[in-house]
């Protein structure tokens, strides 16, 4: 089956730095997503990676390993507005997002 | 960036009753969108891909005769939810796929549409 696995709850300390790590065991691989969600909004997209490496986007970083199933998102200098759920999306061989099921990320003063 | 938008943002329906979901690539054309169910603290699940001209691709679960969609252009998909139960209460979202540079994909979400059962 196609698996996503991310940690369920994070919580970090404003101005600091945090990893959001995500394995995956998918059908084929087209690409990684981050994806950040606010309550009660829809996903504002974040990151692609298709290739290993890592992906830099001002504060936010993503990395991808597709030897090991394996990414994470990496956030600097952390501000309030950071809070927020993670998702960790793998597209499939046939082109289709397989979600993780989050990550919430609570920011403390 | 792709815009995607969603019509109406939210709507309260009865018991019952048909309501209908549009969903548009504003700026792009989208052969293929996506609709997406969350409840909440949940994880987006998948309904249906629906393709430009073709019927829809249903997921396992999902009953393709209450939930019917409509690809009718490039541009516009509908997702009508028939005979509304207080079940089907949800956070409704479309995507669409827009292919960037080589062959790389992004996918731009709606900003969902929160639908309230009766």
């Known amino acids: 089956g196609q698996n996503i696995d991310q940690p369920t709850e994070m919580t970090a300390t404003e101005g600091a730095i945090v990893q959001i790590n995500c394995t995956y065991q998918?059908?084929?691989?087209?690409?990684l997503f981050w994806y950040q969600q606010h309550a009660g909004e829809a996903p504002t997209f974040l990151s692609y990676?298709?290739l290993d490496g890592l992906e830099e986007k001002g504060r936010f970083s993503s990395f991808l390993s597709r030897s090991k199933g394996y990414s994470y998102l990496l956030l600097k200098e952390l501000q309030m507005k950071d809070s927020a759920s993670y998702l960790c999306?793998?597209?499939?061989?046939?082109?289709?997002?397989?979600w993780g099921a989050g990550t919430k990320l609570i920011i403390k003063p | 960036g792709a815009v995607v938008s969603q019509h109406p943002s939210w709507v309260i329906c009865k018991s019952g009753t048909s309501v209908k979901i549009e969903c548009r690539s504003l700026?792009?054309?989208?052969?293929?969108m996506f609709w997406y169910r969350q409840f909440p603290k949940q994880s987006l699940m998948l309904m249906a891909t629906?393709?430009?001209?073709?019927?829809?691709?249903?997921e396992q679960g999902v009953e393709k005769d209450k939930f019917l969609i409509n690809h009718a252009s490039l541009t516009l998909s509908t997702l009508t939810v028939t005979s509304a139960h207080p079940e089907d209460s949800s956070f409704y979202i479309c995507?669409?796929?827009?292919?960037?540079?080589?062959?790389?994909?992004?996918?731009?979400f709606g900003p969902g549409t929160r639908l309230t059962v009766t």
């Open positions: 995507s669409a796929n827009a292919m960037t540079s080589g062959d790389s994909y992004e996918q731009y």
């Open positions: 700026d792009f054309q989208a052969t293929t």
């Open positions: 629906s393709n430009e001209g073709s019927k829809a691709t249903y």
């Open positions: 998918t059908s084929g691989f087209n690409g």
């Open positions: 990676n298709v």
């Open positions: 999306a793998v597209m499939d061989s046939n082109y289709q997002l397989i």
